[in-house]
């Protein structure tokens, strides 16, 4: 009996674990993830150039 | 390097609403929330003016400037996204923003708000591209494919132009100058009418 009560002790215990990798704040440091591209900044600016001359010029 | 923009030609918009009802339906918004919304200036009255507003991707962002956790960021392209997992939903955003443009997704007990939802310029989060997550967080990624906006490219009258400042602006400055002057429904006499 006494064995089982620590067992569930553990048992109860070991669901009140808690994540304990948290994000530390830092005023006007931006900590979320990356936002990773295919392609360079340059390369999509030439790209999106030529798609608003096909589809958002004045007809 | 560009800075992407939205601009809304007053003088061409029809309140057709289809740029909403695009958005909605490109990054499947949750019923309530409003990435996009259309403003009719003097509604019912003759010469009234509508315009498509969503978040502008302001050069200095209020909204960045007030969250408490930092969880906004511009990326190289100029647009002003934010991490949702770092994201408190406080609301202060929604207070800082001119546009209106922050949204909550959830009314729950103790004015929970849940994470805040804002236009992406289509260009998803911080997630990989297009992954499954990104899609179910923040929408599609119509930037990673080289695509504009869709509310802009599907725009009937063309009112509504997204894409590098330089180019937006100097399209709308070849259209104010075939109109002959400067539109009338935009500057002090609007803004600050009784």
């Excluded at chain 2, 499954?132 to 009258?157: D, F, Q």
């Amino acid at each position: 009996m006494k064995l089982l009560s620590l067992m569930f002790a553990a048992l109860l215990l070991s669901a009140c674990y808690e994540d304990t990798d948290v994000t530390l704040h830092e005023a006007g440091v931006y900590k979320g993830s990356d936002d990773k591209h295919a392609m360079s900044a340059d390369e999509r600016a030439d790209v999106l150039k030529q798609r608003f001359n096909q589809v958002q010029t004045d007809r | 390097m560009a800075r992407m923009k939205f601009l809304c030609d007053a003088e061409r918009c029809i309140e057709c609403n289809a740029c909403v009802t695009a958005c909605k339906n490109e990054h499947e918004v949750p019923w309530g929330i409003n990435r996009r919304r259309v403003v009719t200036i003097d509604d019912g009255i003759p010469g009234e003016k509508s315009i498509s507003v969503a978040c502008m991707h302001c050069s200095d962002a209020p909204c960045a400037a007030v969250c408490p956790v930092d969880c906004f960021y511009t990326t190289d392209d100029g647009v002003v996204l934010h991490d949702k997992d770092i994201c408190i939903g406080c609301g202060y955003c929604f207070y800082a923003c001119p546009f209106g443009a922050p949204q909550y997704p959830q009314e729950g007990a103790f004015g929970a708000r849940g994470k805040m939802d804002k236009c992406t310029f289509c260009a998803g989060g911080p997630e990989e591209d297009n992954s499954a997550i990104e899609v179910e967080k923040y929408g599609r990624n119509r930037l990673a494919e080289g695509k504009l906006p869709l509310c802009a490219e599907m725009c009937s009258t063309k009112a509504l132009l997204a894409g590098d400042g330089d180019i937006v602006a100097d399209l709308f400055r070849s259209r104010v100058v075939r109109r002959g002057g400067r539109p009338d429904n935009w500057g002090w006499e609007t803004a600050y009418k009784d």
